[in-house]
Antibody, heavy 118, light 108 residues
Framework: QEQLVESGGGLVKPGGSLRLSCAAS????????MSWIRQAPGKGLEWISY????????AYADSVKGRFSISRDNAKKSLFLQMNSLRVEDTGVYYC???????????WGQGTLVTVSS | DILMTQSPSTLSASVGDTVTITCRAS??????LAWYQQKPGKAPNLLIY???NLKSGVPSRFSGSGSGTEFTLTIRGLQPDDFATYYC??????????FGQGTKVEIK
């Protein structure tokens, strides 16, 4: 059974940094694109970043471009999101999710809460 | 970016009802549309992919239809476990993957 488990969330002041991790198990991690998708409190889902299976292609939503950095370690079956220059509006639950070509995000982690507040 | 618009935003219904949620794309996305269910405090759960394919294990009372720019999610015989928020997502053109704003199905 595939599983994704996020960690690294917490309370941080505006302008601060956090590094999120996502540990994968139960499937061949190297076969999948991986995304980070977030949800502000009481709001909808927002895709924010994606990395291809070999890390050759990376993309970011405009809302985080230049501040967030996605990476992965296929040997350790792990996905990361380095978040710098955090803003109050970055507050929310951050999910990692997997996808493949012409397929939706079919498996999601439980999410990790990031709170940016002074 | 492809804009996804869901309607209604909120839907009040009773157990046993049949409900329909609509999702419209700002440009054609062929059949590359998914539906997710999300319950409070939980991650989204994929229900339907390729517009009309039910994910394994999802009850048959859920069905999806449509292609191009207009899609529907239908729940026949609403069960207590179905009261949740539903999102559509396009994966025709990405990044970015884009979601509808969500439809909350609440108890009447």
């Amino acid at each position: 059974q595939e599983q994704l488990v996020e960690s690294g969330g917490g309370l941080v002041k505006p302008g601060g940094s956090l590094r999120l991790s996502c540990a994968a198990s139960g499937f061949y991690f190297s076969d999948y694109y991986m995304s980070w998708i977030r949800q502000a409190p009481g709001k909808g889902l927002e895709w924010i970043s994606y990395i291809s299976s070999t890390s050759s292609t990376i993309a970011y939503a405009d809302s985080v471009k230049g501040r967030f950095s996605i990476s992965r370690d296929n040997a350790k079956k792990s996905l990361f999101l380095q978040m710098n220059s955090l803003r109050v509006e970055d507050t929310g639950v951050y999910y990692c999710a997997r996808a493949q070509f012409e397929s939706p995000h079919d498996s999601w982690g439980q999410g990790t809460l990031v709170t940016v507040s002074s | 970016d492809i804009l996804m618009t869901q309607s209604p935003s909120t839907l009040s219904a009773s157990v046993g009802d049949t409900v329909t949620i609509t999702c419209r794309a700002s440009q054609t996305i062929n059949i590359w549309l998914a539906w997710y269910q999300q319950k409070p405090g939980k991650a989204p759960n994929l229900l339907i992919y390729h517009a009309s394919n039910l994910k394994s294990g999802v009850p048959s009372r859920f069905s999806g239809s449509g292609s191009g720019t207009e899609f529907t999610l239908t729940i026949r015989g609403l069960q207590p476990d179905d009261f949740a928020t539903y999102y559509c997502q396009q994966y025709n053109t990405y990044p970015p993957w884009t979601f509808g704003q969500g439809t909350k199905v609440e108890i009447k």
